[in-house]
């Protein structure tokens, strides 16, 4: 199966789309300072879908439980 057509896997623009992100450096920010999931293939970027929603499910838990504090 192609990874541009793998439900499993996101690619770059796919991610920036998901996050409405026009910055493709974006993505290396939040890697190297909130724990973004490293991509399963660089060359094309790739990442799992899974880890993806996971690290935003984290994000929202973390901005919740500081507004709960």
Partial sequence: MNSDTNP???SHQQVLDYFSLSSRS????????????????LMP??????????WEQKQTENISSVHDS
Wanted: zero cysteines; glycine letters at 4%; aromatic letters at 14%.
């Fill in 45 to 54: 970027l790739r990442w799992e879908r899974s880890a993806v929603v996971h």
């Fill in 8 to 10: 499993r896997l996101m």
């Fill in 26 to 41: 974006a993505i290396y920010k939040w890697r190297q300072k909130r724990g973004f999931p490293h991509p399963v293939t």
